[in-house]
């Protein structure tokens, strides 16, 4: 039966999943549905919350600014919040990140990263314009963000409109001075523009994890030829990976770098890309033509910027690195149980981010397994997405150790009635 309501949901095959649940409410790390059932959000909804729902600090913050500005154009006219997120951004991020474009979301983050990248060398006369990027990588849906990210099932029928990428393997553990070699080699060629990754975790692609001399490595190979480093810390960003943002851990400034998800601490839609002064300066001329052409309606929408203003109050006023550390030691302790248990593999973590795959006989994003554990889940109250058969942990960092051990619990006896 098709469903009744006329929303096409994302990443839905409808025919399998016809009823969304409606969701009236929000608070912490709960959700309320509409008759009053409270699921915990054990994946921040899609990664972008952090300090919780309805953070009291953010929504006042929303409040206000729609008393005095909701949305101006942002060519040729500016505000004050984007002027003061802008500051801290800078003064927050790696060191040397100095000029600020906003745009609306990660995909659109990184589609303003590839252009500043190919800007910068053609504004500087020089033919490079080819990117290197991850195996597994996930930069996000639109045209751009699907050629970095890893071709498959996702994108397969518009494979045909993306464009050709060269592809670093993933440096799993006893390969990764293959993975260094294979960008030596790459940046030897002439036309190399950027080297883009998910620093230390690739999300989507199965929260794969890499060590941060990996990341160090990957940034010094790139400087040595010139090639320009992005990173995309649409996930990795605010405190995710336990250091507020992933390339700190490698003591690393990318050239560019993308963040979003908990920028507004999951309230509104906002992202930023950031980037070297010599980038701007590439585009800085009385020449129009060397303008970067890039906007959308609502960049740096106002009451997106206030929120991320409170956000990072919140990062100031409020212990969130204890709360970052108080959730990665209840993941650490709630994934112990599991590390000789046979049934599962690769057990791992990085900060608030906890996996482990289920043994199955179909792995792979389309594996059947998934959406049964996915039920198993929410039968249980628990929002829990499966990445195929990878089953990870990402909550908001007002989650309680008590709160994650009622996942790890319900891991333990989904995985019983699973296999
Ligand atoms: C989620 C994500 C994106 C895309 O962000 P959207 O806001 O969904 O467009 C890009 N890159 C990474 C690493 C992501 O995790």
């Not at 050239?255 to 890309?273: E, F, M, N, Q, R």
């Not at 973590?349 to 795959?357: C, E, F, H, P, S």
């Not at 942990?393 to 051990?405: A, F, I, N």
Request: charged residues 20%; negative net charge.
């Amino acid at each position: 039966m098709k469903p009744a309501s006329p929303v096409w949901h994302p990443f839905t095959q409808h025919a399998l999943q016809p009823e969304a649940i409606s969701i009236a409410r929000g608070e912490g790390a709960w959700l309320e549905t509409v008759d009053g059932r409270r699921i915990f959000d054990a994946i921040s909804s899609w990664w972008v919350v952090t300090h919780g729902h309805r953070h009291p600090h953010i929504v006042r913050a929303i409040k206000d600014q729609t008393d005095r500005l909701d949305q101006v154009i942002f060519a040729g006219f500016t505000h004050e919040p984007a002027e003061r997120l802008a500051r801290q951004l800078v003064a927050i991020t790696p060191r040397g990140l100095d000029y600020v474009f906003f745009s609306d979301s990660g995909s659109t983050s990184v589609e303003v990263a590839l252009k500043m990248a190919l800007g910068f060398w053609r504004n500087r006369g020089e033919r490079r314009s080819r990117i290197l990027a991850l195996e597994g990588a996930y930069h996000g849906d639109t045209i751009g963000g699907m050629s970095v990210g890893e071709r498959g099932v996702f994108n397969a029928p518009y494979d045909p409109l993306l464009f050709d990428v060269e592809r670093i393997p993933f440096p799993s553990e006893g390969r990764e001075q293959a993975t260094l070699d294979t960008i030596t080699m790459a940046c030897r060629n002439t036309g190399v523009a950027a080297l883009i990754v998910e620093p230390l975790i690739l999300g989507a692609g199965g929260m794969l994890i890499y060590p941060a001399w990996i990341l160090a490595e990957m940034k010094r190979i790139c400087e040595a030829h010139g090639v320009l480093f992005i990173a995309d810390e649409v996930m990795t960003g605010w405190g995710r990976t336990g250091t507020l943002f992933a390339c700190e851990q490698a003591d690393v400034t990318p050239d560019i770098a993308c963040y979003s998800k908990g920028l507004t601490g999951g309230s509104l839609p906002l992202a930023v890309t950031l980037c070297r002064a010599d980038i701007f300066d590439a585009h800085y001329s009385t020449d129009r033509s060397k303008t970067f052409f890039h906007s959308s309606s609502y960049t740096a929408n106002p009451i997106a910027c206030a929120a991320a203003c409170a956000n990072l109050e919140i990062w100031q006023s409020e212990p969130v690195m204890e709360r970052i550390a108080a959730v990665t030691r209840a993941q650490t302790s709630g994934l112990d149980r599991f590390r000789e248990d046979r049934r599962f593999i690769n057990v791992r973590q990085i900060g608030t981010i906890a996996a482990l795959d289920v043994v199955a006989d179909d792995a792979g994003y389309l594996a059947g397994i998934g959406p049964r554990l996915y039920d198993g889940f929410l039968s249980r109250g628990l929002l829990v997405r499966p990445l195929g058969n990878t089953i990870y942990l990402m909550p908001p960092y007002c989650s309680t150790p008590h709160e994650l051990d009622s996942v790890f619990d319900a891991i333990d006896e989904i995985a019983d009635g699973i296999g």
